[in-house]
Nanobody, 128 residues
């Protein structure tokens, strides 16, 4: 019943930037932990970034740390992923997800099984 819709993907060259957006329906957005996941062809789904309710705690995967930034605007029911210095290995379908648990700890926040609502994804392609 909660709808999650990603946007902002596209085709860019290595070194470029993209800003992904995720709009979430309903009145409970501010209580959700929000995460960004990606899946490349033939690869397992990977959590690249997540942001929790309490204190704005964030998580980043080792592969994107220092290049990607997750943020949220609770007034607009929106979460963002700013992607800088993109590399060809960042090519994947990026999906946004929401967990009804507000304070997931760092070792748990990256687990896809903790998330309740998922978008259908937006394609990001980075060429060499």
């Amino acid at each position: 019943q909660v709808h999650v819709v990603e946007s902002g993907g596209g085709l860019v060259q290595a070194g470029a930037s993209l800003r992904l957006s995720c709009a979430v329906s309903g009145s409970a957005f501010s209580t959700y932990t929000m995460g960004w996941f990606r899946q490349a062809p033939g690869q397992e789904r990977e959590c690249v970034a997540a942001i929790s309710l309490s204190g704005g705690s964030t998580y980043y995967s080792e592969s994107v740390r220092g290049r990607f930034t997750i943020s949220r605007d609770n007034a607009r029911n929106t979460v963002f992923l700013q992607m800088d210095s993109l590399k060809p290995e960042d090519t994947a379908v990026y999906s946004c997800a929401a967990s009804r648990v507000s304070d997931l700890i760092p070792t748990i926040i990256k687990r896809a099984t903790e998330y309740d609502y998922w978008g259908q994804g937006t394609q990001v392609t980075v060429s060499s």
